[in-house]
């Protein structure tokens, strides 16, 4: 089975700190990968807060999450602080990809980097919506 490969954009939009917490630890004493897509989760929550959004609330539509997928690139540990990065790429009608990488704050070392797919989404009509214009043009891509 052909590896994944996340390609990164040339800059970031938004960037926020994240503390690795014990319960963000498994048994092999790193961050679980299923608390990376929290911690990602997270970012996400703040990107959106930063545009003045919420995922709820994208003018006027909401988002979902389509598909996801992580690159792992180095091991991450209790009491580490996490850099997450993040950029709207690879638009479509529908949504487009959320890019980040998340990096040890200290020493620069990239833990892992991936994207979430997004779909805008009009959840009283219950069907996928267009991307926003405003959006679009707060994240430079209009």
């Keep these: 089975m052909p590896r994944i490969k996340i390609d990164l954009p040339?800059?970031?939009l938004f960037s926020t700190e994240l503390p690795i917490?014990?319960?963000?630890?498994?048994?092999?004493?790193?961050?679980?990968?299923?608390q990376l897509i929290a911690l990602v989760g997270e970012a996400r929550v703040r990107f959106f807060k930063s545009l003045g959004y919420s995922e709820l609330d994208v003018e006027g539509v909401g988002i979902v999450?389509?598909?996801?997928?992580?690159?792992?690139?180095?091991e991450a540990f209790h009491g580490e602080t996490m850099v997450v990065e993040m950029a709207a790429d690879d638009f479509s009608k529908y949504g487009c990809d959320l890019?980040?990488?998340?990096?040890?704050?200290?020493?620069?070392?990239?833990?892992?980097?991936?994207?979430?797919?997004?779909?805008?989404?009009d959840y009283a009509a219950r069907k996928p919506a267009g991307v926003p214009s405003g959006f679009l043009a707060k994240v430079g891509a209009a």
């Design 10 to 12: 040339a800059s970031f």
């Design 21 to 34: 917490y014990i319960g963000h630890i498994n048994y092999g004493n790193h961050l679980d990968n299923a």
């Design 65 to 74: 999450v389509a598909d996801v997928a992580a690159q792992y690139r180095a």
């Design 99 to 121: 890019v980040w990488r998340l990096s040890d704050k200290a020493s620069g070392r990239e833990v892992a980097r991936g994207k979430h797919g997004i779909v805008f989404f």
